[in-house]
């Protein structure tokens, strides 16, 4: 039995349906169209999209400056559980209305933490329950689940990486249920976003402790999960900074390094946001390719930034050029290693109506949608791919082949350079190819 099921909380907003890009209905998908064929593949299997609960259905429009704007109507019991289920009603009828199959969670968005572990356990296993039903009615599940280990203050000198050991340990046992409740929903994957995992100050910091008991924290989480039958993919997803002055997992490189330096690859897989790539001063296209030529791109929190703020605002995406850019690299790579399309993106503090929670994510997912379309395009129909074989082709034969075959040492380059005459300035094409790629945006 389900808890308000009875209740529709999006009144008057029927399922979300593609009807192409000449429908003037803003309740419609104008390029994402579910069942269609790209590349060789379903466009809701390229994508998985997945609702972030925490934005969409626990987000409530205040900021440090101001109270709550968006006092949407599953939010309103004083008791936990019943909130809980209100708020999972919502959630269910909005991602189904939206036709996605997944959600993405942290443990206390699901449920409001208890005053103690004892009484969170309690929590997750009523929700979890309650969830799992919703679950089968509606045929969703967790793209990923992550614990959030940033916003209770016992937190405020990291989670894993606290210099002491007793907020290690709750930490640790916050993943164990967050792990616990991922396995029992059928989770795909588990996420660590490392918020707190950084320092504010050096000053007072042993940054080399700190970093190996974050590797001995993912270690032993790890095995947990796999040994309660956990067959998914960890991703750390990096964020150069916010809450922390500087977070360990500062981007992509970053996390395959610490990776690999601790023996994690083979479990963990990245998963890359949009506005976090933006604020490590990278593009999102950098930051997935650095994870696709390593295997390890898992997933993506799909959003944008601003480009006049600092700051993580995870809009909802809808700059066409670079999720084109992102999807060209995806494609490549042929897909994401066991993830997704997270939207993990917020309505504006001023977007106070129920219905822009649709506005938001049709736009989002359309946004991608057409970006495969276009990518797939300059992929398979375009100059652009024998552009790149060309500047690369000395190496192809003679003695670059050799280079590459690792057959040449620094005097036989020494030589080769040495009878060399002439070197000619070949162009890197650059402005014929971003014509190119904006003559295929359509
Ligand atoms: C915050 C992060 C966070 C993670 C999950 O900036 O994006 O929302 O995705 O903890
Ligand atoms: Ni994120
Ligand atoms: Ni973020």
Redesign the pocket.
């Given at each position: 039995m389900t808890n308000n099921s009875k209740k529709e909380y999006f009144k008057g907003i029927r399922n979300i349906n593609y009807e192409g890009r000449d429908s003037k209905n803003p309740f419609s998908y104008k390029f994402y169209n579910p069942e269609q064929i790209v590349a060789g593949k379903k466009m809701k299997d390229h994508f998985k999209f997945s609702v972030?609960y925490w934005h969409s259905f626990c987000g409530t429009g205040a900021d440090p400056f101001g109270a709550p704007t968006q006092n949407f109507p599953w939010d309103k019991s004083q008791d936990p559980l019943h909130a809980a289920k209100d708020k999972a009603d919502a959630a269910f009828e909005f991602i189904s209305k939206m036709g996605f199959d997944y959600y993405c969670f942290h443990d206390y968005d699901l449920i409001q933490e208890g005053k103690s572990i004892k009484e969170s356990e309690k929590r997750l296993k009523l929700i979890s329950d309650y969830l799992l039903l919703k679950q089968k009615e509606h045929g969703i599940k967790p793209l990923w689940g992550t614990a959030n280990c940033f916003s209770n203050p016992v937190y405020m000198n990291g989670a894993a990486t606290n210099p002491e050991f007793d907020i290690v340990a709750r930490a640790g046992a916050q993943v164990k249920l967050a792990l616990d409740t991922t396995i029992k929903l059928g989770g795909l994957n588990y996420v660590f976003?490392g918020g707190r995992e950084g320092y504010l100050s050096l000053l007072n910091t042993d940054m080399k402790r700190e970093l190996e008991h974050m590797a001995e924290f993912l270690r032993i989480s790890r095995d947990y999960a796999r040994n309660n039958g956990f067959k998914g993919t960890f991703f750390i997803?990096p964020k150069p900074m916010e809450p922390s002055k500087h977070q360990y997992d500062f981007d992509t490189a970053t996390a395959i390094g610490f990776l690999k330096n601790y023996g994690l690859e083979k479990d963990f897989k990245i998963?890359i946001?949009v506005n976090?790539a933006t604020l490590a001063q990278h593009t999102f296209q950098h930051e997935l390719t650095v994870a696709a030529n390593d295997d390890m791109l898992g997933s993506i929190?799909a959003n944008r930034g601003d480009y006049q703020n600092g700051w993580d605002t995870d809009q909802f995406p809808n700059n066409l050029q670079e999720t084109t850019l992102a999807m060209m690299v995806i494609l490549k790579s042929s897909g994401f290693k066991g993830g997704g399309v997270?939207f993990?993106a917020k309505l504006r503090r001023n977007s106070t109506d129920l219905e822009d929670l649709f506005h938001a994510h049709i736009g989002g997912a359309d946004t991608f949608a057409r970006s495969l379309l276009i990518a797939d395009k300059l992929l398979s129909n375009s100059k652009i791919p024998e552009i790149l074989a060309k500047r690369y082709s000395t190496f192809d034969k003679g003695n670059g082949k050799l280079f590459e075959q690792g057959e040449l040492n620094l005097v036989d380059l020494f030589k080769i350079a040495y009878e060399t005459e002439k070197y000619s300035l070949k162009s890197g094409k650059q402005e014929l190819i971003e014509n190119i790629i904006f003559n295929h945006i359509n």
């Amino acid at each position: 039995m389900t808890n308000n099921s009875k209740k529709e909380y999006f009144k008057g907003i029927r399922n979300i349906n593609y009807e192409g890009r000449d429908s003037k209905n803003p309740f419609s998908y104008k390029f994402y169209n579910p069942e269609q064929i790209v590349a060789g593949k379903k466009m809701k299997d390229h994508f998985k999209f997945s609702v972030a609960y925490w934005h969409s259905f626990c987000g409530t429009g205040a900021d440090p400056f101001g109270a709550p704007t968006q006092n949407f109507p599953w939010d309103k019991s004083q008791d936990p559980l019943h909130a809980a289920k209100d708020k999972a009603d919502a959630a269910f009828e909005f991602i189904s209305k939206m036709g996605f199959d997944y959600y993405c969670f942290h443990d206390y968005d699901l449920i409001q933490e208890g005053k103690s572990i004892k009484e969170s356990e309690k929590r997750l296993k009523l929700i979890s329950d309650y969830l799992l039903l919703k679950q089968k009615e509606h045929g969703i599940k967790p793209l990923w689940g992550t614990a959030n280990c940033f916003s209770n203050p016992v937190y405020m000198n990291g989670a894993a990486t606290n210099p002491e050991f007793d907020i290690v340990a709750r930490a640790g046992a916050q993943v164990k249920l967050a792990l616990d409740t991922t396995i029992k929903l059928g989770g795909l994957n588990y996420v660590f976003w490392g918020g707190r995992e950084g320092y504010l100050s050096l000053l007072n910091t042993d940054m080399k402790r700190e970093l190996e008991h974050m590797a001995e924290f993912l270690r032993i989480s790890r095995d947990y999960a796999r040994n309660n039958g956990f067959k998914g993919t960890f991703f750390i997803e990096p964020k150069p900074m916010e809450p922390s002055k500087h977070q360990y997992d500062f981007d992509t490189a970053t996390a395959i390094g610490f990776l690999k330096n601790y023996g994690l690859e083979k479990d963990f897989k990245i998963n890359i946001e949009v506005n976090h790539a933006t604020l490590a001063q990278h593009t999102f296209q950098h930051e997935l390719t650095v994870a696709a030529n390593d295997d390890m791109l898992g997933s993506i929190d799909a959003n944008r930034g601003d480009y006049q703020n600092g700051w993580d605002t995870d809009q909802f995406p809808n700059n066409l050029q670079e999720t084109t850019l992102a999807m060209m690299v995806i494609l490549k790579s042929s897909g994401f290693k066991g993830g997704g399309v997270n939207f993990d993106a917020k309505l504006r503090r001023n977007s106070t109506d129920l219905e822009d929670l649709f506005h938001a994510h049709i736009g989002g997912a359309d946004t991608f949608a057409r970006s495969l379309l276009i990518a797939d395009k300059l992929l398979s129909n375009s100059k652009i791919p024998e552009i790149l074989a060309k500047r690369y082709s000395t190496f192809d034969k003679g003695n670059g082949k050799l280079f590459e075959q690792g057959e040449l040492n620094l005097v036989d380059l020494f030589k080769i350079a040495y009878e060399t005459e002439k070197y000619s300035l070949k162009s890197g094409k650059q402005e014929l190819i971003e014509n190119i790629i904006f003559n295929h945006i359509n």
